[in-house]
C-alpha cells in the first residue's frame, strides 16, 4: 500500500505536535510503524491521505457503534449546527440526553456532562471524595480512567503501552493517595481497605477492563466489590465510559447486574463528538455545585452538537435487536480469529464481552495486568502490520481492545477472519 502522504504528513506533524499526534495511542509507535492520517470515514471503513481504504475495528476508541457518518446522526448535527453551536447557557438538548441516560441506567439518578472521559472521572473522584470527606482513592493496574493526576497510577492503555503507567509530572503527593489492587483478585482489594481502614473514599473500576485488553470480571468478583464496598462506606464507581451503551444499553451492569454508587461514561453517548458524563446517586450528586459545595465546571459541557450526536445515537441502539446483532456479528469475529490462529498453530487467548474483543498473544489466560504484561507484543506488532496491508484497521497495541460496529458487513467480518489466517501464518 502507498502511503506518502500519510509518511509527510507524519514528518510535518512532529514539528508542531509532541510527537507529531494528539493523543498517544495514536501513534504507531509500539508497531514499529508510522501512524496513518485518515482524511474521511463511512460505515465500517476508514479511508487515509493516500486513499487506502481500511476495516476498521478503532472505532474512533469506542464511540463509533453505528459506524462512521451514520446519516441520521449527520443530518441532526448539521441541523444543531445551524442554531448555533455552543452557548455557555442550558439548552433543551441537554435535558433530553440527561433524561436518556437515566432511562438507560436505572443507578443514575442524575446525571453531569462534561466533554472528555477524563473529566468524568476526575470529577466523580472528587465528588466522592466530598461526600465520604476522605482522600484515598482505589484503582485497578491495568485499568486506564483518563490522564488526572490521581488516576496516572499503574495505568493502562497509552500509559502501559509506552511504559510509563506512573507518569514523570504526577506529584508523589497526589500518587500517594491512590492505592492499586489486582483486577479479578477480591483478597487484594480486601487487604488495601482493611489496612487503609475509614480512609477510603471510592474504588473506580473498568467492570469490563478494556484498556489492557479486554478482560472480562471473573464470575461474582464485582458482586464482592459492591458488598466490600457498602459495608466500608465506600463509593463504588463504576467507570463504564467504554462498556457503557456498548455491551448493552445498560452497560456493563446491566449486563452483571451490579449497581455502582456512581457511574462514568463518555464515548458513545456523544455519538462521536467530544462528551463525557458522570451520575449516580441523588444524595451524591446534589453535592455538586451549584446544588452544593463540590466544585465542577466546564465552557463547553453539554454542547449541542455533542448533546445532539449522543441523542440520535442513542435512539438508533434502542432499535429492538441491535444488541442481538452487535453480538451476533461479534461472536463470528472472534470466533473466527481464534480458529484462524489455532489452524495456524498460533497460540492466542481470545476474550469477548458484547461487541467488545481481544486476542492476546498468549497461550495463558489473561484475567489482570500482571497476566496480560507477559504477553508476546512483538509478535502483536508484526500481526498489527500485517492485518493493515491486509487492509484491516486494528488499535497499534497489545494492550487495547478492538470494537465492533453495526455497520461492519458479513464480508468484512469474513476478509478480516481471512486476513488473520493469513497473518497468523506469516507470524
Ligand atoms: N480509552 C482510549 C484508549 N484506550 C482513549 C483514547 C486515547 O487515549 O486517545
Not at 4 to 21: E, T, Y
Request: net charge negative.
Amino acid at each position: 500500500m502507498q502511503n506518502s502522504r500519510s509518511v509527510c504528513l507524519f514528518k510535518q506533524a512532529q514539528n508542531s505536535i509532541p510527537g507529531g499526534v494528539n493523543s498517544p495511542v495514536r501513534a504507531f509507535r509500539s508497531v514499529g510503524a508510522d501512524p496513518l492520517f485518515i482524511k474521511r470515514a463511512s460505515g465500517s471503513q476508514i479511508i487515509d491521505e493516500d486513499d487506502n481504504t481500511y476495516i476498521d475495528y478503532v472505532g474512533s476508541w469506542g464511540p463509533m457503534i453505528l459506524g462512521h457518518c451514520h446519516p441520521q446522526v449527520v443530518a441532526a448535527v448539521k441541523q444543531t449546527m445551524d442554531n448555533g453551536c455552543s452557548f455557555g447557557a442550558p439548552t433543551e438538548l441537554e435535558v433530553t440526553l440527561a433524561e436518556m441516560v437515566i432511562k438507560a441506567v436505572p443507578s443514575i439518578e442524575m446525571v453531569r456532562m462534561v466533554s472528555s472521559g477524563t473529566e468524568a472521572t476526575m470529577s466523580a473522584i472528587r465528588l466522592a471524595r466530598g461526600y465520604t470527606s476522605r482522600d484515598k482513592i482505589l484503582k485497578f493496574s491495568g485499568c486506564y480512567h483518563g490522564h488526572s493526576d490521581a488516576l496516572l497510577v499503574k495505568a493502562g492503555s497509552g500509559a502501559a503501552t509506552f511504559g510509563v503507567p506512573d507518569s514523570p509530572g504526577v506529584p508523589a503527593d497526589f500518587a500517594k493517595h491512590t492505592l492499586t489492587a489486582r483486577f479479578n483478585d477480591i483478597e487484594s482489594v480486601r487487604t488495601l481497605v482493611a489496612e487503609n481502614k475509614g480512609q477510603v473514599a471510592c474504588i473506580i473500576i473498568e467492570p469490563i477492563a478494556g484498556n489492557m485488553g479486554t478482560v472480562p470480571p471473573r464470575e461474582g468478583f464485582l458482586e464482592a466489590l459492591r458488598k466490600l464496598c457498602t459495608d466500608e462506606g465506600i463509593v463504588l464507581i463504576f467507570d463504564e465510559v467504554m462498556s457503557g451503551f456498548r455491551v448493552a444499553y445498560g452497560g456493563a451492569q446491566q449486563v452483571y447486574g451490579v449497581t455502582p454508587d456512581m457511574t462514568t461514561l463518555g464515548k458513545i453517548i456523544g455519538g462521536g463528538l467530544p462528551v463525557g458524563a458522570f451520575g449516580g446517586k441523588k444524595e451524591i450528586m446534589s453535592l455538586l455545585s451549584p446544588s452544593g459545595g463540590v466544585y465542577q465546571a466546564g465552557t463547553l459541557s453539554g454542547n449541542p452538537l455533542a448533546m445532539t450526536a449522543g441523542i440520535e445515537t442513542l435512539k438508533l441502539l434502542q432499535r429492538p435487536g441491535f444488541y442481538q446483532e452487535l453480538d451476533d456479528k461479534s461472536s463470528y469475529l472472534s470466533a473466527g480469529i481464534a480458529k484462524a490462529a489455532k489452524d495456524a498453530g498460533y497460540p492466542i487467548y481470545s476474550t469477548r464481552v458484547g461487541s467488545m474483543i481481544c486476542a492476546f498473544f498468549n497461550k495463558n489466560e489473561v484475567h489482570d495486568w500482571d497476566s496480560a504484561s507477559t504477553c508476546d507484543t512483538a509478535a502483536f506488532a508484526k500481526y498489527f502490520r500485517l492485518m493493515l496491508e491486509e487492509g484491516v484497521y486494528l488499535a497499534p497495541s497489545q494492550f487495547e481492545t478492538a470494537f465492533v460496529s453495526i455497520a461492519h458487513s458479513q464480508d468484512d467480518l469474513d476478509r478480516t477472519i481471512a486476513a488473520a489466517a493469513k497473518s497468523f501464518k506469516a507470524l
